[in-house]
């Protein structure tokens, strides 16, 4: 990023928020891309036409497959590259090829109309599901429906040409869209829509692009031109900034590029503290592109790869030998650390055609989901299971239980796990007998009976995100209750206290795979309450890793129990506040991307 602040004569100041999907700050003229939706021509044609259509509807493929590399081949590797080949994959998808085909041939709709409607159909499906990450893939089916829309409409899907050292705005943006800008050399991007888990951001991360998404209407505020500050640290937008402004983002531009550099250049050191403790950081993912970022990263493996992408957008489950491959790849990809496979975690608002529930539940969240979805669908399941064990010939795998509720369901999927071990050895396929079978504690009474638990698994991995729903009846996504989600309080912590005391009793590791795990203000309480792993997305590894490497265990279980001891979570949290913010201030200035002490919105003057 260029390190000359543009001036302004301008007093005229608005502020933005959003989530910071990128980390950066880039100053610099606004370019607003206003892409309005493809108008899709809706018309009928005659059966002799069909053919012909369905020959021009894959003619339309092949050439979006040749613009999609066309980009790949300008760029360096990285994995905006690997997202990029992704996209490539999903034009070869069977369920959206034949069903687009069978609209053209069954219905006699043109092309585009077929094309559009089977887009709609898979994007509603995605919408549905409120994991932030699986529910991003919508935008990547909305984006390459958008290129094969214009392919076979004859006009330029790439066609963004900001200048150089420009903030673009825009609705939204595709991976092919991200990557070019980087040709571009482009400041900064924002837009309306997206998450920071959409794959847009992944490749703004991957070409260190500085991006906040989510800042809603942001495209309608703002004319070509126009002077903007992105402050993708905080997650701010300034319209028009001061010099006021201009001199503190130049300061904080230089504090951050060196602390960015420090973390950086430790990065593939292990994470030991300075009283010779080991944490292992590993990551998750959800989908094979995100492999390399675990690498570049230098993550210990994966701690926790959600498997529910093969099976959402698609009529029938994955087969044996899918799962085989996608477990295969991964290990290849890890070595010589483990890879942690949770067995599908379906239902609730993740729902798969795969299995079409006989009723609709009245409450999804406590129905058929996780290990119960599987003890119902059990021959999907074995399939499954069939697939992992035989990839664990070629690596350290482990393969993890979603939402166990107690011994007892352990045990019943622990039988079948033994079913398709013994189909193996009957059928003489090569596969693994010695892999690590463990559970996820997201239930509080998983939690309560963790010490009977850690007497049959092989390690415990704590899912903070739904540990703290189910334990506070709270919705995240409903916001008349969201503001009680709070990991400090004085229940969770003493649930997480539990299971690791459990594990060290038993000699069972126990690791935390929710977002606590990678957020500064929690590692200390985490650590010191005997966390053994901690496992997150990729790009949070190195600032996790310098802060433990920085501490002393002793310092860390002396703030847990400081933390155990508070009454409320209000006051465990301004402990742990304070304590970090003057052990660690730029850890805690950069952590999670949005300063809550900063309003919605302020305009000059106000």
């Known amino acids: 990023m260029s390190s000359e602040i543009p001036s302004t004569d301008t007093n005229v100041r608005l502020e933005r928020r959003g989530a910071a999907a990128s980390p950066g700050i880039g100053i610099g003229p606004a370019y607003v891309v206003d892409r309005r939706r493809v108008q899709v021509p809706h018309q009928k044609i005659d059966k002799a036409e069909t053919e012909a259509e369905v020959a ?44 687009t085909e069978r609209l053209i041939q069954d219905e006699s709709l043109n092309a585009e109309w077929a094309v559009a409607r089977v887009s709609d159909q898979i994007q509603e499906r995605f919408d549905a599901i409120e994991d932030e990450y699986l529910a991003a893939r919508q935008f990547d089916v909305a984006f390459l429906t958008e290129r094969i829309l214009r392919t076979l409409l004859g006009t330029n899907p790439d066609e963004i040409h900001p200048p150089e050292g420009a903030v673009v705005i825009a609705h939204d943006l595709s991976p092919a869209d991200t990557a070019q800008l980087h040709e571009h050399k482009v400041a900064a991007i924002v837009t309306d829509e997206g998450a920071p888990t959409s794959h847009a951001a992944i490749t703004a991360r991957s070409l260190e692009i500085p991006a906040i998404v989510g800042v809603d209407d942001i495209v309608e505020q703002l004319e070509s031109g126009v002077l903007v500050a992105v402050d993708a640290v905080h997650g701010r937008v300034i319209i028009n900034p001061n010099e006021g402004d201009l001199a503190k983002l130049a300061e904080e531009t230089r504090v951050y590029e060196e602390f960015e550099d420090r973390i950086l250049k430790e990065r593939a050191l292990p994470a ?63 070595a010589p650390f483990p890879v942690l496979i949770r067995t599908f975690d379906l239902g609730a608002d993740k729902q798969s055609k795969v299995f079409r529930a006989a009723h609709v539940e009245a409450n999804p969240a406590l129905g058929m989901r996780g290990t119960r979805l599987a003890l119902k669908y059990r021959d999907e399941f074995r399939i499954q299971l069939r697939g992992l064990l035989r990839a664990a010939v070629h690596g350290p795998l482990r393969i993890m239980l979603p939402l166990i509720s107690g011994l007892e369901e352990f045990h019943e999927a622990l039988a079948i796990i033994d079913e398709a071990r013994e189909q193996l050895n009957d059928e003489g396929i090569a596969h693994s007998d010695d892999v690590p079978i463990g559970v996820m504690i997201e239930l509080p009474s998983a939690a309560l009976v963790s010490d009977v638990l850690a007497d049959h698994v092989d390690f415990m991995s704590i899912g903070t995100n ?37 594990g060290k009793r038993s000699g069972v590791p126990v690791s935390v795979c929710g977002e606590m795990a990678a957020d500064p203000m929690f590692t200390w309480v985490l650590v010191g309450m005997g966390v053994e792993e901690l496992s997150m997305q990729s790009v949070s590894i190195p600032l996790i890793k310098q802060l433990l490497r920085l501490s002393s265990l002793t310092e860390m279980e002396e703030l847990a129990s400081a933390v155990l001891q508070a009454s409320t979570a209000e006051e465990a949290e301004r402990v742990v506040h304070d304590r970090m913010s003057e052990r660690f201030p730029e850890h805690m200035q950069h952590r999670a991307g949005v300063d809550e002490d900063l309003p919605v919105e302020a305009e000059a003057g106000a």
């Open 56 to 99: 021009r509807f894959r003619a339309a493929l092949r050439e979006t497959h040749d613009q999609i590399e066309g980009v790949k081949s300008r760029l360096g590797h990285g994995e905006h590259r690997q997202i990029l080949k992704a996209q490539q994959l999903m034009l070869r998808d069977p369920d959206l090829i034949q069903r």
């Open 272 to 334: 030991v503290t300075q009283d010779g403790h080991r944490i292992r950081l590993r990551s998750n993912i959800a989908m094979p592109t995100e492999l390399e970022s675990s690498l570049s990263h230098r993550a210990e493996g994966i701690g926790l790869y959600r498997t529910e992408y093969l099976f959402l957008g698609r009529d029938v489950a994955p087969t044996e030998e899918e799962h085989y491959q996608v477990a295969k790849h991964a290990l290849a990809q890890s």
């Open 466 to 502: 739904d540990l703290i729903q189910y334990t506070l009846a709270i919705d995240r996504e409903n916001d008349e209750v969201n503001y009680l989600y709070q990991p400090l309080h004085p229940a969770i912590v003493r649930l997480i206290r539990t299971v690791c005391e459990a």
